[in-house]
T-cell receptor, first 114, second 111 residues
Framework: AQSVSQHNHHVILSEAASLELGCNYSYGGTVNLFWYVQYPGQHLQLLLKYFSGDPLVKGIKGFEAEFIKSKFSFNLRKPSVQWSDTAEYFCAVRPSGSARQLTFGSGTQLTVLP | SAVISQKPSRDICQRGTSLTIQCQVD?????MFWYRQQPGQSLTLIAT?????????ESGFVIDKFPISRPNLTFSTLTVSNMSPEDSSIYLCSVRSDEQYFGPGTRLTVT
């Protein structure tokens, strides 16, 4: 079975700082990778996803993530965060071509100070 | 895309009682799922709600505790039975079409 690790439980940054949130997964085969965001009081929404092709994927609101197969990683980045990026971020994985459900990481709470 | 609504949005219940959570999707979907998000933890899949057949439960979850109905392709219910404080959590409905969508969640507090 697959698993996902998010090493940072809580990250606090000032506005305009750069962001990188770590995500590592464990699975022996090909995977689809996702980042979800949950803003305070709102529901989960998809930030970006990787299925195949260019390992650098761009999502909404200036976020991007890079899939490094050799490191089993899919880190989330943003060059300059804003106060409105304060939210909880979840990495998720699913075996490619599978009807199986997503496996989520434990989440990272990002707090951006104005 | 899919827009999901859930009722109720939150509730406070006494231990020993049951609560039924409703999930409505604005389009027909084959796959509907129920997740639990316990305080400070990630999302855990409870079960897959199958239309026309019994739900498929994940390890650690049983039908007697979390009965699920799926009467059609746009609606499902999850009941949390004989509740205890450990059931305090956010319960999320999710569907999978072109991608995975989540409902706003039902925040349940058991006293």
């Amino acid at each position: 079975a697959q698993s996902v690790s998010q090493h940072n439980h809580h990250v606090i940054l000032s506005e305009a700082a750069s962001l990188e949130l770590g995500c590592n997964y464990s699975y022996g085969g090909t995977v689809n990778l996702f980042w979800y965001v949950q803003y305070p009081g709102q529901h989960l929404q998809l930030l970006l996803k990787y299925f195949s092709g260019d390992p650098l994927v761009k999502g909404i609101k200036g976020f991007e993530a890079e899939f490094i197969k050799s490191k089993f990683s899919f880190n989330l980045r943003k060059p300059s965060v804003q106060w409105s990026d304060t939210a909880e971020y979840f990495c998720a994985v699913r075996p490619s071509g599978s009807a199986r459900q997503l496996t989520f990481g434990s989440g990272t709470q990002l707090t951006v100070l104005p | 895309s899919a827009v999901i609504s859930q009722k109720p949005s939150r509730d406070i219940c006494q231990r020993g009682t049951s609560l039924t959570i409703q999930c409505q999707v604005d389009s027909q979907v084959t796959m509907m799922f129920w997740y639990r998000q316990q305080p400070g933890q990630s999302l855990t899949l409870i079960a897959t709600a199958n239309q026309g057949s019994e739900a498929t439960y994940e390890s650690g979850f049983v039908i007697d505790k979390f009965p699920i109905s799926r009467p059609n392709l746009t609606f499902s219910t999850l009941t949390v039975s004989n509740m205890s404080p450990e059931d305090s959590s956010i319960y999320l409905c999710s569907v999978r079409s072109d991608e995975q969508y989540f409902g706003p969640g039902t925040r349940l507090t058991v006293t």
